[in-house]
């Protein structure tokens, strides 16, 4: 069995011999360790529990008593005596002015915080033997709480009948008996037992065995007079046998966290010496197990939940961070390797870790530690956040030295996210222009960027926030992972609006998917004229990362959608599928899609905005794009980096390989030589000549520059590395490169992946050199061109002509999206392209940027584009 927090755990010999952090990235700064406001100490006894309200400090401890503490003058106000083991958990109930206290008696002891006086004794159920209660949480919603047992049973108990002041004074003239709320009304099976005191335990109710007398639960109270008569006049209330789950885990609870979202739902966190937590969807009927994550990191001793992420503290110095919404890990942190973490505390964006060397370090929204400092002499064994007497948000830790010490911290800088259940202005989609505007400043303030892991946690925020965004508007929403038991892949936000049918027998409404991308490329400030994550509207454009390049098109849609629902207008399904690793190669997409293909559900057709127009006053379409093929090549000799002046013309340089090997990709005309290179390419329509022509006029660029970007082939060598210091005097022994090939219709993907691959390694045999090659094909993503004739494309091209007052030109594009042609394979169906930018726009520059004007009238393409499909589909 795991070890109990009684005072086995809390002695030195649990203290570990480590006595450095063992950190990934140490940002900390001069002065970012918090500063010793007060030091509190009257007992000689291990700070085992602490709870906070506006005026108090409660600390339980290891003798068995909780101490009250004054936080403006920081003196002791009074000592609250009754339970007769130690004092395992505090929690403080706000809306009820309660304080839940559990203990190693076996009790849990309810205790008014105005007059400091007990209200209820509440005994667990007990057939079972529940043993010491390690872990407390209170619902506000439910008016439950919630126990945590040794004997790993999960129980609670519904206080919602119950009197929430009862004057039991601990005195003879104001003691009323526990008879005296036996009338209370039955609410069923989970109505606390009031008409009588619990059974006794033969085992935690037992004397000592010299002793020789049966067991009764006052066996261990050890109380003077004055404290029974307390004990014997205090309300008492049973845990009913209904309200008790047996072997929720395989270990001791050690402890709870609620997230109590009121109307939302209720989900409570518990975890245990079984390296496990288990989430539970909590209601009047009591909690439900919706899921188990496995820690595997030793026993997990603390936690603490926000919005949608559970951070877990475990045995062996790693904080586990769970996600709520995909059931995944998604990051570990390791705070000391093998060093137990028993609490932690959390405000906004900032994880306070406390350890069992006596540490206490922070780490902030990116999971950088920014501080670490030495806080007892002995082990940390609770903390949490409250305001120091009025003025700041302060850290308040307890240890086994008998000490509780209150650390002045810095607030953190308001971060990006948005934890509340709304995200939008309750005014709702009516007011369409202000409520889109900002909602895009709250997107674009996410900085998630996809390529690194510094964003990585930036990423999963941005996918929570568009959750809910999209389900504030209407949609049914889920996060989907993209990888199974991998940390830093970003999840899909899936989202769909159904749309309004009056007669579902008669019509069969179509589904679109729309496909964008929530990840941004990085934004160093240099070249922005304002923050690139802060949205800035200047001169009729909103300027910042992603406003074009994805952010600002999948709001415009979704808002567009969200009207017509909102006027009962929306006569198609509309299906968001909004990845977060387009722009580092759609890491985990294509495997996902497949997984979850069935909750997509079937498609008819496929919408993308993710490109600018050609011009900037001409509308287009885009009905095409290039695929792509990224290889890269290493050469590499059997010496390490050499000096070109003692050995420079002795050896066979990687150098000199590459340079050679590069080289015969093309000819001095650009022409690329690999074997059978141009065979399958598509030859120009005198259709698409013409268009090119007019184009020109539009563009002033020639008909011929347009043409081999966007419908013929192309090679690229985008860089050469080379291993050791990049000076003059250096033959380097490895080498390597990324090229890339740029693919048109009707060019096969593979065959020209692997013609390309041949090619290298032929080229480099040809050279004899003892050196050896690699060749690897890094990502590839196939050429895609639309339908023209295709009924949908016709009706998004009359829907920019309607709203422009213009023929949208026709235009393609270079560059490639690999989800564009996957997803059509994988729903066979045909997809469209609508760009909302203009050609300045700047998309992957600095002041990327978009037009307030653009940004309308690109929703009301997509608005009039939706109600010409349900037109279609209405008169067929």
Known sequence: MHMSFGSEFVGAEFQSTVSHPSLGRDLQFDGSVPSLLHSLHELDSSVLSLAANDTYIFSGSQNEHILVWDKRTFQLKTTLRGHTGSVLALVYAEDKNWLFSSSGDCTIRVWCTKTLRPVYIIDPFYESGAGDLFSLAWSPTLQTIYVGCQNTCLQWLDLSNLPTEFPS??????????SSISSLPDSGASTPNTTGLRKAHKFFDSYPLHERRPADIFANNGLTSSSSQCQDNVPRLVIPAANSIESVHYGYIYCMSILDEGEAGVRLATGSGDETVKVWSCTKNGPKLEHNFSCSYGAVLSLVIQGDTIYGGCQDGHVKVLDLETNSLVRTILVQEGVDILSLSLIDSELYTCSA??????FNGSFDCTASWH??????????ISNDGGRRPALVTGGNDGRIKVWDIVLPVPRFRDT??????????????????HALSKFVSIPSVSSGTSHREDCRQAAIWLKKCLQQLGAHTQLLPTSEGVQGKNPLVLGTFTGNQTNPALVK??????????DVIPAPSRGWDSDPFVLDGRNGYLYGRGINDDKGPILAVAFAVAELLYRRALGVDVVFLIEGEEECGSAGFEDAVQKYKDQVGHIDGILVSNSTWISEDSPCITYGLRGVIHCSLEITSNFPDLHSGIDGGGVREPMLDMVNVLATLTNSRQVVQIPGFYDHVRPQ????????QRLSLVTHKSASALSSRWCEPSLTVHNVEISGPRNATVIPGTVKSQVSVRIVPDQDLNTIADSLCQFLRKSFEELQSPNKLQVQIVNTADWWIGQLDDPWFVALESAIREEWGVEPLRIREGGSIPSVPFLEKVFKCHALHLPMGQSLDRAHLPNERMSLANLQRGKEVIARFLSKLASMHSDA
């Not at 806080?375 to 949490?384: C, R, W």
């Not at 259940?421 to 007011?431: Q, Y």
């Open 509 to 518: 409404r179509p589904r679109l998917l729309f496909y964008g991308h929530y």
């Open 375 to 384: 806080a007892h002499d002995g082990i940390v064994l609770s903390s949490i």
């Open 420 to 437: 509340s259940k709304s995200v939008l202005p309750k005014t709702g989609p009516s007011v369409a222009q202000d409520t889109l505007t």
């Open 357 to 362: 060397n006596g540490q206490v370090q922070c």
């Open 685 to 692: 329509t005198e259709a698409e000549k013409e268009l090119y």
């Open 169 to 178: 004074l601990c005195s003879e003239s104001s003691l009323k008996s526990a």
